[in-house]
């Protein structure tokens, strides 16, 4: 089993709508959850921890739950530029890992 | 903010030789750089971490004489795929870490390298 799952989707969407992507982890003695971007051919880059208690910015909003292990974003009022991979990433041991991320087209 | 250079960002080798692909800190010190590489479509896998002054540790599957790793300075981590087969084209990340939990992982902006 993976250490960090993730639906490879993709999922297209229009513009506008909202948008949710789901993630699971196995290692229960993971210490800290985020999410990242990813476009194509290019570095993943942070947009944004994920708490017990929800993390808000903007149109995204990012929720741990420790206790089955799974963790969400939800992109409200989607935007072209929001088209990108979403890698659900694990942090333990000093060590990141990523999920296999879940690529998103936000259709005109 | 903190930038890591990694270069080259693409190069094309022929089977059999070896190619070194570079990360440098541009302004700060770089204690631990970690090595990822990608497949087209799938996540980010962790080769191996490096600390300056110290012998790099591998990965479970990754052979250390396949990828060389060398982090001789605070600012510089090279990673050296050795007698590359096609099978090696990848893309290749570096990642320097600042001690400051997920804030502090910097990421270069990947090699690909393709085998031919």
């Known amino acids: 089993r993976k250490e960090v799952e993730q639906d490879p989707g993709p999922f297209n969407v229009p513009e506008g709508a909202t948008v949710a992507f789901n993630c699971t982890y196995s290692?229960?003695?993971?210490?800290?959850f985020f999410w990242y971007r990813q476009d194509c051919r290019k570095e993943p880059k942070l947009l944004m921890s994920?708490?017990?208690s929800g993390n808000e910015d903007g149109r995204f909003t990012a929720q741990l739950n420790r206790a089955s292990q799974y963790i969400s974003l939800l992109i409200r009022d989607s935007k072209l530029s929001d088209s990108a991979t979403y890698l659900c990433?694990?942090?333990?041991?000093?060590?990141?890992?990523f999920g296999t991320g879940t690529r998103l087209t936000i259709i005109p | 903010g903190a930038v890591v250079s990694q270069h080259p960002s693409r190069v094309i080798c022929k089977s059999g030789t070896s190619v070194k692909i570079e990360c440098r800190s541009l302004?700060?010190?770089?204690?631990?750089m970690f090595w990822y590489r990608q497949f087209p479509k799938k996540s980010l896998m962790l080769m191996a971490t490096?600390?300056?002054?110290?012998?790099?540790?591998?990965e479970q599957g990754v052979e250390k004489d396949k990828f060389l790793i060398n982090h001789a300075s605070l600012t510089l981590s090279t990673l050296t795929v050795t007698s590359a087969h096609p099978e090696d084209s990848s893309f290749y990340i570096c990642?320097?870490?600042?001690?400051?939990?997920?804030?502090?992982?910097?990421f270069g902006s990947g090699t690909r390298l393709t085998v031919v």
């Open positions: 990642s320097a870490s600042l001690g400051q939990g997920v804030y502090g992982y910097t």
């Open positions: 290692n229960s003695a993971s210490q800290s």
């Open positions: 994920v708490y017990s």
């Open positions: 990433v694990a942090l333990g041991n000093e060590k990141l890992t």
């Open positions: 302004d700060f010190q770089a204690t631990t």
């Open positions: 490096s600390n300056e002054g110290s012998k790099a540790t591998y």
